[in-house]
């Protein structure tokens, strides 16, 4: 059975595909609460170096969609970062 696991990418403010590389953003996050924990903790330590940009309105709502939704759609407040699914088999 396959399960999903997320992975950041820092990444272009147009999120295109091929800024995104696997080669640095080498750490998956499975589909579980702790793990979810991690990947926000992660896009929120990304912000404080000044890598990505979030509104400081927008971390509650990262945080939320993180949490109790679906992770890819936290990179529609992200400014040159996105979370992306993939199938772990």
Same mark, same amino acid.
């Given at each position: 059975m396959a399960s999903k696991v997320f992975v950041f990418f820092n990444c272009d403010a147009d999120k295109n595909p091929s800024t995104m590389n696997i080669f640095y953003n080498d750490v998956t996050f499975k589909d579980t609460p702790i793990s979810?924990?991690?990947?926000?903790?992660? !896009?929120?330590?990304e912000r404080k170096a000044g890598r990505v940009q979030i509104a400081e309105e927008n971390l509650p709502k990262i945080?939320?969609? !993180?949490?109790?939704?679906?992770?890819?759609?936290?990179?529609?407040?992200i400014?040159?970062?996105?979370v992306k699914a993939f199938k772990c088999l």
């Open positions: 979810r924990r991690r990947l926000f903790n992660k !896009i929120n330590a945080e939320e969609v !993180i949490m109790k939704g679906d992770p890819v759609d936290a990179g529609k407040f400014t040159y970062g996105a």
